[in-house]
């Protein structure tokens, strides 16, 4: 708490002083929650963009720079430095792992990368054409079956348990999915490979043949999950946080997080740009849906563009940007998509509209077009962002249950409905 205070006035002229959160980064923080009590009235901030919910030592962002610190470290000297596995210790924990904390670590996430034989089951049951985001969700909610009793959210050990079997389960949930949606058989996950070969072995071998990862292809998606690792008090990650705050079941939390990502707002915005790409169709239509997008009376937007935090480039996209052609070179990919991805960016960027309403490219904007290349069909883009954004959630959620400040999240409301009025029987309505 700093010396600082705001003074809140009402207008019959009570005052009340507003004592000051300092950060360790950042604007100040006006602590309101004893405005309502002391002041007979409270707040109002739709979408929250002014108010925050928590106290968090994780990931800082500075919008306006264009700067991601995940633990006080860079974005950018994590995904030249780390692998991912590394970047969710430190998510986890604070610190980044030593040589043998980082085994331990490895190990323990390696040792619960297996699904009960029974959860595969849950898959058979969804329709031939089931979204596998929708899959995801629901096979990530019943986890909540299978580890209901033994997770004690009071004890620490039982929820370290929690992150290590989230961490390691997701990816083989996650490419179940993609099989039961293309119709192959489910492969094993091999506990030899590291974590984002092991995806891919997962997403793409086949029992018939045999399958190499690509290991420029694993690179790649390693540095796309350090990417999408955490972004703080973001919407799914604030729903994790709700939905924790009540003392659910964690795997239901994480499954609330997974159904708030699948927003085309949000996380479902991967797979908006790249379907997006494709209608706009090519370079020739570039400057017609810049226009779209700029006209008030057309709900169009350019997907991929804009964010609520970032009012400067998203430093994941940049980072992105330059993998995005190395990756595309090296898997000697010639992709039209991407000529006009760098076409509607030139366009946007140089373009005045944009430019006032601070409105740059996202990390979503590139992402898909990598995990195209990776051959990735677009229908899983966001379950491959709910893999990465598992260690965030289960980092906040972590975070959450040993804050001695944790209370249940309950937002208030301006009331707009009827006053109390009678009840008026139904042959006289
Ligand atoms: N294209 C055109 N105009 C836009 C765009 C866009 N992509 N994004 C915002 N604007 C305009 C809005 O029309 C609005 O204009 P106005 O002031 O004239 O009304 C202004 O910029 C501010 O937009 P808001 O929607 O109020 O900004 P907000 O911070 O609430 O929304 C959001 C941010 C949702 C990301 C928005 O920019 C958007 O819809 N972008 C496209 C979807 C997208 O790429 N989402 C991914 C986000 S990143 C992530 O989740 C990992």
Request: aromatic share 10%.
């Amino acid at each position: 708490m700093s010396d600082k205070t705001y003074t809140l006035t009402s207008p019959e002229g009570k005052s009340i002083e507003l004592p000051v959160r300092q950060p360790v980064l950042g604007q100040d923080c006006i602590e309101i929650k004893n405005v309502a009590g002391e002041f007979g009235a409270f707040t109002y901030d739709p979408g929250y963009a002014a108010t925050g919910s928590c106290t968090s030592e994780i990931t800082y962002i500075d919008g306006s720079a264009g700067k991601l610190l995940y633990r006080g470290y860079t974005i950018e000297d994590l995904c030249a430095n780390s692998s991912f596995l590394e970047v969710c210790y430190l998510l986890l924990n604070g610190e980044l792992p030593n040589q043998e904390e980082k085994t331990k670590f490895e190990t323990c996430v390696q040792n619960h990368t297996m699904i009960h034989e029974n959860l595969k089951n849950f898959f058979q049951g969804f329709r031939y054409d089931a979204h596998p985001m929708a899959m995801l969700l629901g096979v990530v909610g019943s986890l909540s079956s299978f580890y209901h009793d033994e997770t004690d959210i009071t004890d620490p050990e039982s929820r370290n348990l929690f992150a290590a079997r989230m961490i390691a389960k997701i990816p083989t949930i996650a490419a179940a999915a993609f099989k039961r949606n293309i119709g192959q058989p489910f492969i094993y996950p091999q506990n030899n490979l590291d974590y984002a070969s092991n995806f891919l072995n997962m997403l793409f071998a086949v029992p018939a043949e045999e399958y190499e990862v690509n290991p420029v292809a694993a690179k790649a998606l390693d540095v796309l999950f350090i990417l999408h690792a955490d972004h703080e008090q973001n919407a799914s990650t604030s729903t994790v946080r709700l939905a924790g705050s009540a003392g659910t079941n964690p795997y239901a939390a994480i499954a609330a997080g997974i159904a708030t990502l699948w927003g085309p707002s949000h996380g479902g915005a991967n797979e908006a740009v790249l379907n997006q790409l494709e209608m706009i169709g090519d370079m020739s239509q570039a400057e017609k849906y810049i226009n779209k997008a700029k006209d008030r009376n057309d709900p169009f937007r350019l997907m991929g563009f804009g964010h609520r935090v970032y009012k400067n480039f998203d430093p994941r996209a940049k980072v992105i940007r330059s993998y995005c052609h190395e990756v595309l070179n090296d898997l000697g990919i010639n992709d039209p998509m991407l000529d006009l991805a760098m076409k509607l960016e030139e366009t946007a960027l140089n373009d005045d509209y944009f430019a006032e309403k601070k409105l740059y490219p996202n990390v979503d904007f590139y992402s898909g077009i990598i995990y195209k290349a990776l051959g990735i069909p677009t229908n899983m883009f966001t379950v491959l962002f709910a893999v990465a954004r598992t260690v965030g959630w289960v980092a906040h959620w972590q975070e959450m249950m040993a804050d001695k400040e944790m209370r249940i999240g309950r937002p208030r409301q301006v009331y707009a409905g009827p006053e109390e009025r009678p009840y008026v029987p139904v042959e006289k309505r």
